[in-house]
């Protein structure tokens, strides 16, 4: 659970005024003459966006967590994705002309990586469409743009099909999802989160889609009186579906009552990179084995 929350709370916002990537403030974006030939990826999301667009022979480095796809462990790690686990000499021992950071866990290495004359992004992925056009705009850096349009063209279909497969099963109304974040205290996805827009492309409606936060903190008895249909947990969550079961309190919420609780793929569903629309077609699959008449 601890690689989930540290992917799902890395992205607050930034304000800076050196030179950069400035993805995240909607600026205008420009590739520089120079296409990077030595990128250090400092996130799991990146490291897989650069492999989508065609730019893994250019990665020298990347973090413990960057698994996807295998061929990315075969590159030197700096460390892990938390801040607190490289250092900035380890960075600079990989001599990078460019380096892919995220916003809210590697703010603190803009200014000394521009000082040192080293072109850096700064990705920040609330949504989607920012997914979707971080993609292009790396691609585009990395000189391989006309890869960047059909990586989000592929996306798109993907997206289009979870919403199909979801229509076929002719439900009178969209299946209701808790996604349990975590437990001590009870967190969940808010409509600020590219996740709760997974939910919706899936054909499935977020119980807690109407807060504006990106995972808010919720109580049980909240989560009991919505009454899921369907209870998502991560992977690497420590739990089992068992152990909802066992929660006495939550024995008349329709999800226990009919069984429907499942175990996601965390590093699928959690990273805002090219294997979104994957993710969604993930959900509809799970509506389909909730749901489809057999």
Request: net charge negative; aromatic share 10%.
């Amino acid at each position: 659970m601890k690689r989930l929350l540290v992917s799902v709370f890395a992205f607050c916002f930034i304000w800076c005024s050196v030179e950069v990537f400035a993805f995240a403030k909607r600026e205008s974006v420009k590739a520089q003459d120079a296409v990077p030939s030595r990128i250090v990826s400092l996130s799991p999301a990146a490291t897989e966006i650069l492999f989508a667009v065609g730019a893994q022979d250019q990665i020298v480095a990347r973090t413990n967590l960057c698994n996807y796809p295998k061929e990315a462990e075969k590159i030197p790690a700096v460390g892990g994705f938390d801040a607190k686990l490289f250092s900035l000499e380890n960075i600079i021992s990989f001599n990078p002309d460019f380096v892919y950071l995220t916003d809210g866990m590697h703010n603190h290495l803009i200014e000394p990586l521009t000082s040192y004359g080293i072109k850096i992004y700064v990705s920040k992925a609330n949504s989607l469409n920012d997914v979707l056009e971080e993609i292009q705009t790396i691609a585009e850096i990395t000189g391989h743009k006309e890869n960047g349009a059909k990586c989000v063209e592929s996306i798109r279909k993907e997206f289009a099909q979870a919403q199909e497969e979801t229509k076929k099963l002719n439900l009178a109304k969209k299946p209701s999802v808790y996604w349990e974040i975590w437990n001590a205290p009870y967190m969940s996805i808010g409509s600020a989160s590219f996740l709760n827009e997974i939910i919706e492309l899936a054909g499935l409606n977020n119980i807690f889609g109407t807060l504006n936060q990106e995972y808010p903190v919720v109580s049980e008895e909240t989560i009991i009186a919505r009454n899921p249909d369907i209870i998502l947990f991560a992977s690497d969550a420590n739990l089992s579906k068992e152990d909802f079961m066992k929660r006495g309190s939550w024995k008349n919420i329709a999800a226990l009552k009919n069984g429907r609780i499942y175990c996601i793929d965390a590093d699928l569903m959690t990273r805002p990179g090219p294997r979104v629309g994957k993710a969604a077609l993930a959900l509809s699959e799970i509506a389909k084995q909730a749901f489809e008449e057999r």
